[in-house]
């Protein structure tokens, strides 16, 4: 450093000779050029602080920095620090000296707390010293519904003392205050219109007379479900082939609808065991061919389609609750093969259950116990394509509806799919053809309808909830604040991560979305297609919100909907 600065010590005695040479020399160009070669650095910058300087060599152009180590230094009685500089650190364009304002300050240290969102940060401040408050005061941004702008501090910030820290501890601490607002968010609801749980009843096997009284229970209190039909059950089972139209009556109300419990509600082999193709009847052996796969699992979902206009067959739930996983190989005559040790040829295609979870997009088949709101995407129990159900049979007597309204209670405290599997349900006791007694039944539901009522529980058909829940877990949802009205943006991506479509003809129910709203709010409007409609403001963790249900447009697109302040007449 010496070295240099003596140099250019050498060069600034030149300069006024070098300039009186050029001024010498004639006309002005001249004179300009000389000027600039004289100018063209390095320069020399000097930092005075006090009685210290310091000089750093910088090139035209470059701004010089003060060496940071230096910002603050100490003598035997006391503290110094630079807290700014006479004009503002540019560009060289020549040589410059900046001069500092120096703080002179106690050695003693003294601890400032400054106790922000993000913590207590311990700042060390000398005697005399103004604290400075640590970088992340100004906003706060740890809260979920609203952001704080820095108003001030609790006091005013000032240089501590003995006399003014508490109780000779040596500390004294600061807190901010902030003016908030609104933090606009918006967030899918797990169940429709805000509920903690919904309530699938599924009545398998297509019974009518079950089916017609179901039907009245369900008007009455607010209950839904789902028909598991089997087309053509042979023998003397229920078989809907010439009763169509009384079933589409009962579908017209709306309060049921069919889905698919196989063709013919013949067993199909769960294909687990280790002599599987020993040990069962030939017959079973034919259920396990792909071409029966695709008349009890593929063709009978068309077959319910057609004789019942306006139902989208989504869901399934196989006969006896199982799904081979191998399948027996055929000859061009429809004949098992066999090898020649007299073995059946058994090839391992996934069987049925990988056409089963290829045709829906739910699966309901026997595994007991609590189902989720959020499916994975997987036959594992509790997943789409085995989901976990709750049943009256398993029970006898009084238990039945003990176990019932305990299931319904559990799924709203808990936020649950309750999926309740039901046969039957007769009217002389619980044993024969029922599983449960209509009396009890009616306990079922009678106790269930409260919670309906008041939302808490979401009476859904096996189809709605699995629209709803699949839609949502495809679509994401922002907000953001726009003259005077909350902008929420939906946007679904229509192919599931297993590979399926959420096709727009099928999966268009609204999903219902809580948005943050301002504080001054009471009511809410906006469109969802071409239906305009209103919202109540409610409050929760200190914020505002409406549940706005809005319907997720076409794959990729970004829907955006204004949610605007409404004022009821
Ligand atoms: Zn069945």
């Known amino acids: 450093m010496k070295k240099r600065i003596a140099l250019l010590l050498c060069f600034a005695l030149l300069l006024p000779c070098l300039f009186?040479?050029?001024?010498c020399g004639g006309d002005g160009a001249e004179e300009t050029t000389a000027a600039t070669t004289e100018n063209d650095g390095p320069y020399t910058v000097t930092f005075v602080a006090g009685d210290r300087e310091t000089t750093v060599t910088v090139e035209r152009g470059e701004t010089p920095v003060f060496p940071e180590e230096l910002l603050s230094w100490e003598t035997a009685e006391h503290f110094y620090k630079i807290l700014g500089w006479d004009k503002e650190i540019v560009p060289a364009q020549g040589d410059v000296t900046y001069t500092a304002t120096v703080g002179e300050y106690g050695l003693t240290l003294y601890e400032v707390l400054f106790v922000l969102p993000i913590g207590i940060v311990k700042v060390p401040t000398h005697e005399g010293e103004i604290p400075t408050p640590p970088k992340g005061y100004e906003t706060d941004d740890t809260q979920e519904y609203k952001i704080g702008a820095f108003k001030e501090w609790d006091k005013e910030l000032t240089a501590p003392t003995a006399e003014n820290t508490e109780n000779g501890s040596k500390k004294m601490s600061y807190t901010p205050v902030y003016n908030y607002s609104p933090r606009?968010?918006?967030?899918?609801l797990s169940a429709k219109d805000g509920a903690k749980g919904i309530l699938t009843m599924t009545y398998d096997d297509g019974i009518l007379a079950t089916a017609t009284w179901v039907n009245a229970q369900n008007k009455k209190y607010g209950t839904k479900g789902s028909c598991m039909m089997v087309p053509n059950w042979a023998g003397t089972k229920p078989n809907f082939a010439n009763k169509v139209n009384e079933w589409n009556a009962i579908f017209a109300d709306g309060t049921l609808e069919p889905q698919n419990h196989s063709m013919t509600h013949e067993r199909i082999l769960p294909g687990e065991d280790a002599d599987w193709e020993k040990t069962q009847w030939e017959q079973h052996k034919y259920n396990c061919i792909r071409e029966n796969y695709d008349i009890e699992l593929v063709q009978s979902k068309a077959v319910i389609e057609e004789a019942f206009p306006g139902h989208d067959v989504i869901c399934f739930a196989p006969s006896n609750n199982t799904l081979s996983k191998r399948s027996f190989r055929t000859d061009g005559n429809g004949?098992?093969?066999?090898?020649a040790n007299g073995e059946y040829v058994l090839v391992n295609d996934g069987g049925a259950t990988k056409v089963a979870e290829a045709t829906y997009y739910a699966i309901r088949k026997g595994n007991r116990g609590v189902q989720s709101l959020d499916p994975t995407l997987d036959g594992n129990a509790g997943g789409w394509y085995n989901l976990r159900i709750r049943a009256f049979k398993d029970f006898s007597g009084d238990e039945k509806l003990t176990q019932g309204k305990s299931w319904i209670d559990e799924t709203v405290r808990d936020g649950n799919w309750l999926i309740v599997m039901c046969h039957g349900i007769s009217g002389n006791g619980a044993s024969g053809s029922g599983d449960i007694t209509t009396a009890a039944a009616e306990?079922?539901?009678a106790y269930a309808s409260p919670k309906i009522q008041s939302g808490e529980l979401w009476a859904a058909t096996f189809s709605e909830a699995t629209k709803y829940i699949r839609e949502r877990q495809n679509t994401t949802v922002s907000a953001r604040f726009e003259n005077d009205a909350v902008l929420v943006d939906m946007i679904i991506n229509r192919t599931t991560a297993d590979g399926k479509t959420l096709d727009e003809a099928i999966f268009?129910?609204?999903?219902?979305?809580e948005v943050r709203?301002?504080?001054?709010?009471k009511n809410v409007q906006y469109s969802d297609g071409a239906k305009t409609l209103t919202a109540a403001v409610y409050k929760h963790d200190g914020a505002s919100f409406a549940m706005v249900n809005l319907t997720p447009g076409a794959d990729g697109a970004?829907?955006?909907?204004?949610?605007t302040r409404y004022v009821a007449n």
Not at 184 to 188: C, K, Q, S
Not at 335 to 339: T, V
């Open 517 to 521: 709203v301002p504080d001054n709010w």
């Open 20 to 23: 009186l040479f050029a001024s």
């Open 443 to 445: 306990s079922f539901f």
């Open 184 to 188: 606009y968010v918006a967030a899918l």
């Open 508 to 513: 268009h129910d609204p999903l219902t979305v």
């Open 335 to 339: 004949n098992l093969m066999k090898y």
């Open 558 to 563: 970004t829907v955006t909907t204004e949610v």
